[in-house]
């Protein structure tokens, strides 16, 4: 009996990280970001309410105050930064490319 509800107990446990995982991937930010006019570029940015959310985390990082949750939605945001880095930088090489034509 008692190894039955170890099984179920990792089980659940296995599945709560699992789920908790899938909220905290970066397709799930997607509604977080726009397109925004700056200077001459059209580039992917964060919303206003997503760049305060980064910073707060960044600062109770620095604090060495993040949960695990805040761990994972902190990577998540970075995983996200990175991507629209460097989608911004292929669209800012493929309009310098056009207007040089």
Known sequence: MRQKILIV?????ATENAVRS???QPSSLIHTIQL?????WNLFKFSNSLQLRM????AKKKADQLTTDEIDELDSIG???????H???????HD???LNK
């Open 9 to 13: 107990i990792q089980l659940s446990y």
């Open 22 to 24: 899938a909220l905290h």
């Open 36 to 40: 925004k006019r700056v200077d001459d």
């Open 55 to 58: 910073e707060l985390l960044l």
């Open 79 to 85: 995983d996200l930064d990175r991507i629209l880095t």
């Open 87 to 93: 989608a911004n930088a292929m669209l800012a090489a």
């Open 96 to 98: 310098s490319n056009y």
